[in-house]
């Protein structure tokens, strides 16, 4: 038997309908679980990581520049932390453009060309520590070969050798993410449909170490932009509280921090998102105050591996997103990997899905319970009540609805697949006669081969 399972996630801040149905796929059972959602708390305070390209850049050469205007603010958030460091105003993805073009000139066999630009960008960004790590190495180079990215003295190496590899980490990353770039037009094959009402759309490669920023329009989803990002220092795959690790799955952003509230090492703000969700709750996940927030003003980036389990971006991307997304209808789908596909290729599987959530719409309107109930698979919860706890409840959802018709509209799909194959739909669900609907996001499992 083939068995979807749908959850409904009503998270207070993800501003979605309280209730648990269940659903079937052709001769399939189906359930569906609801679990309320925590709320979200401050993200744990992160150690800030030593800036060994500092040694680098005493080392070869320019000085720094000692005054720089704060950055750019709206009036809602302009207000100077104390003890924050004040940088000039960069647009986002400025700093890794001259870094990428310094690397490309490198690469090329123009290290002369390059050298004035490295010692450009050690000046404009005094606080991205991978400037004066590339500066060091292009004055390394005149008096002889560099071995690899921050080929320092001996005793240089040894006395900050994690250090020094998270920025080789960083750069190779960086490099890579830049020289695979994403198909044009492509989608990740998780945005199955995106909704009207989700304007824009984050997805996060963490093997690429990348967060991609897109609009939806009515011609299609399209990339904005795409920034570098640090995650726990654990990794990936959050299951506990305090196990510093970032979790992966589809969420949504819940809020947007008032940054003159949070600590310098938040960076220019902090966008919560609602982990642990229904899905993580029912299989047992803890945790909370997951972020995507900025960088402290002393450092550009973070390491790779440097957080408590939150997303950390670069200041100025972190503003641009902070600019563009919606609160509570922004996805942020964390994966391993993206697959990139075509929008075209994924109808079908678009198609399947969207015959199953009709047939449960319908069955919601029949007046007759059993045609509800028997969407209902017996393992089905609700609340954290059973399904014989919940008949009674079903029967009256189907006498409060009457004879009018149920639309879903707005719909949107977003798959998640892990040991499991699920699909996040998120709909505006409207009665024909009633003044009013309510958004619900259900989550369905798919159970057996197909």
């Known amino acids: 038997m083939i068995t979807m399972t749908p959850d409904l996630d009503q998270a207070r801040h993800a501003g979605v309908d309280r209730r648990g149905v269940g659903l079937r796929y052709q001769a399939a059972q189906k359930r569906m679980i609801f679990v309320n959602s925590s709320s979200s708390s401050s993200c744990p305070r992160l150690p800030t990581v030593l800036a060994l390209s500092m040694l680098l850049l005493g080392l070869a050469g320019p000085g720094w520049a000692k005054k720089h205007t704060p950055p750019h603010r709206s009036k809602k958030t302009q207000t100077v ?30 290290g002369r060309t390059a050298l004035p630009k490295a010692e450009q960008l050690v000046k404009d960004y005094p606080n991205f520590q991978l400037a004066p790590l590339v500066y060091g190495d292009l004055l390394t180079s005149r008096r002889q070969p560099v071995r690899v990215l921050g080929d320092v003295p001996t005793e240089l190496a040894a006395a900050g050798t994690g250090h020094l590899q998270e920025l080789r980490d960083e750069s190779r990353l960086r490099l890579t993410a830049l020289q695979k770039r994403p198909p ?3 989608i990740p094959s998780q945005f199955l449909s995106l909704s009207a009402r989700n304007k824009h759309a984050i997805a996060i490669d963490v093997s690429k170490a990348r967060l991609y920023l897109f609009e939806n329009t009515p011609t299609g989803t399209q990339l904005l932009a795409d920034y570098y990002i640090s995650v726990g220092k654990a990794g990936t795959g959050k299951n506990v509280e305090g196990d510093q690790r970032t979790p992966l799955g589809v969420y949504f952003i819940t809020s947007n921090l008032d940054p003159a509230s949070r600590k310098d090492l938040y960076g220019s703000g ?19 105050g997951i972020w995507l927030h900025g960088t402290p003003s ?3 980036t973070r390491a790779p591996l440097a957080t408590d389990g939150c997303v950390a971006v670069a200041n100025p991307g972190l503003d641009r997103i902070i600019r563009t997304v ?3 209808t922004t996805p942020v789908l964390i994966a391993p990997s993206l697959k990139w596909v075509s929008a075209q290729s994924l109808s079908a599987e678009k198609k399947e899905f969207s015959d199953v959530l009709q047939a449960w719409a319908k069955a919601t309107s029949n007046p007759d319970a059993r ?8 393992n089905f919860t609700s609340d954290e009540k059973t399904l014989a706890a919940r008949a009674g409840p079903v029967r009256h959802v189907t006498a409060q609805k009457g004879p009018g018709a149920t639309r879903l509209i707005e719909v949107s799909y977003l798959r998640w697949t892990d040991e499991s194959d699920f699909m996040i739909a998120t709909f505006g669900e409207v009665t024909e006669g009633a003044k009013g609907g309510r958004t619900i996001r259900q989550y369905w499992q798919r159970q057996g081969q197909q």
Do not use: C, W
Request: proline share 5%; no cysteine.
């Open 81 to 110: 932390k104390k003890n924050a460091v004040a940088v000039p105003t960069r647009h986002d993805g400025q700093a890794e453009a001259h870094l990428m073009e310094v690397y490309r000139l490198l690469g090329s066999g123009h």
């Open 371 to 378: 045609q509800l109930k028997r969407f209902y698979a017996a």
């Open 298 to 300: 002393a450092q550009f």
């Open 184 to 186: 044009a037009g492509a």
């Open 326 to 328: 919606e609160i509570r």
């Open 270 to 288: 902090a966008l919560p998102i609602n982990y642990p969700n229904a899905l993580d709750m029912k299989r047992g996940k803890t945790g909370s």
